[in-house]
């Protein structure tokens, strides 16, 4: 299913702003793998990825590498066994400065920021006036003066134009606020032994680094790093934003621990899905609400009462309402089950489909992600899904389908 | 086996890809990796190729099929094998099956015309095999040749390692 998102209509096919490191097509050459019309995007670590044996595809607009030299499967179990790193310098990294920062951000997102601790994260979403989710991201208050915001590739441009529409709203109305969009690159070292390998190179005890925190610190002698313990496999993880002139080096120096491996846009789509954890444009999109999506918990309490984010006179009544389709897990053996699956009642009446699903390279079954009418998302509920014209039984299942493993703390 | 296609089709109900389409598992097929050339060839002796990517071999008049080292690279881990009841009657280039790997899914078509007499049941908790010994011990299916003739229209070896190699440039 990443396959197909990579084809999807989210691909960017005008350079963005932001003045990235390394150009457009280096060499002018259009890429004959592609059948977009515009060179893709290179991260700074496109001609080490490719040094690295790592295979190309074409993922938003940009070249990213799908696996490397190990196979998905290995690749996958080694992030679950010891540590990977993921590069993910195509996502968006956003500063939000200004006196008004707060204010700005919650007039655009769903979440209780103002209540976030110094260096607290959260995953929030962006909302449209008719109650759809427009992209997720994560939100950091960090104590330098800043909001710092991390947001999906296939939605950059989008996103971009959002909050500088936003923008010139809040500085016609006199608000103090401003936005950077920045440069650093941004790679994910995500698995069990990431932090024995990170403290290595990091002088903070990594132990008060918890889940969905944030520290400004130099790593491996590399300063101007952000490390924020987060990710999107469901093990614990750091996300570590790094200037884009020592991206490289940095993912060297990673690399030269024994535990540690590159892994690529495969693995992280399995793994995600393991986890439980959405993706924007197969999962969530502009036609699915917080609550439809299961995503309820990501609105926040003063939110609720005050209904001052973007769609929320749709989307704060089916709090209570309920929705006519939820977003639930999906386990069956047999058969992969993936992405427009139809998902059937036990009585053979469609009443969902698939979104996102993979066999599961941990628990050997088949996990997926769909909606389906609310009255059959119950944990539990017997269902069967329709592949290769044959119903398959299969059963909704809690989410996530692995157990997740972030770091709350001693 | 030829379309390679993005799960996004896997429900069966959409066409698969066309033959020149760019699927992900062609691009990864294009990538930059080197795929070996002779691995293959010490074990072939006597194989026929399909252009999509299917292999035959017929002993006593029993035609045991599979599919090539090509393939299984460019499909990736299989996880699952989806094969034939014995007993299926196949005309040439019916689908009889596919095979799927993590990210990807993958059609089967028969290479000859006949029915089949075996399916390897140790892939169903083997499908592994496909991927490591895709000439020997991941065998799909054996089925009889009812028309002998079909295999002087398949490719040899040699035919399929220059078809393979004129995909790749």
Known sequence: MLARAFANGLCNRLPREATRTVGLGATGRQDRQVSTEVALKKTPLYDFHRAQGGKMVEFAGWSMPVQYKDSHINSHMHTRQHCSIFDVSHMLQTKVFGRDRVKFVESLIVGDIAELKDNQGTLSLFTNTKGGIMDDLIVTKTDQGYLYVVSNAGCADKDSAHMQARLQEFKAAGHDVDLEFMDESLIALQGPSMAQVLQKGVGDDLRNLTFMTSVLTPVFGIRGCRITRCGYTGEDGVEISVPSGDVVSLTEKLLADSEVKLAGLGARDSLRLEAGLCLYGNDIDETTTPVEASLVWTIGKRRRQAQDFPGADIIVPQIKAKTQRKRVGVISTGPPVRQHTPILSSDGRVIGEVTSGCPSPCLKQNVAMGYVEAGFSKVGTSIQVEVRKKAVPAVVSKMPFVPTKYYMGQ | ?169
Not at chain 2, 26 to 50: D, G
Request: contains cysteine; negative net charge; aromatic residues 8%.
């Open chain 2, 1 to 169: 086996m030829m379309y390679l296609r993005a799960p996004a089709a896997s429900g069966g109900r959409s066409a698969p890809a066309r033959r020149n389409a760019l699927t992900p598992a062609r691009l990864l097929a294009r990538a930059c990796y080197k795929r070996p050339l002779s691995t293959t060839t010490r074990f072939c002796a006597a194989l026929k190729f399909t252009d999509k990517h299917e292999w035959v071999r017929v002993d006593s008049g029993v035609a045991t099929v599979g599919i090539s080292n090509f393939a299984q690279e460019a499909l990736g881990d299989v996880v699952y094998c989806g094969l034939p009841e014995v007993g299926a009657k196949l005309s040439q280039s019916d689908e009889f099956g596919a095979l799927e790997s993590v990210k990807a899914a993958s059609e089967l078509y028969s290479p000859l015309t006949g029915e089949v007499t075996d399916v390897n049941d140790a892939l169903a908790d083997n499908p592994g095999l496909v991927n490591k010994s895709c000439y020997k011990d991941g065998w799909l299916m054996k089925m009889t040749v009812s028309i002998p003739e079909e295999l002087d229209g398949l490719m040899d070896e040699a035919a399929y390692e220059r078809y393979i190699k004129s995909m790749e440039d």
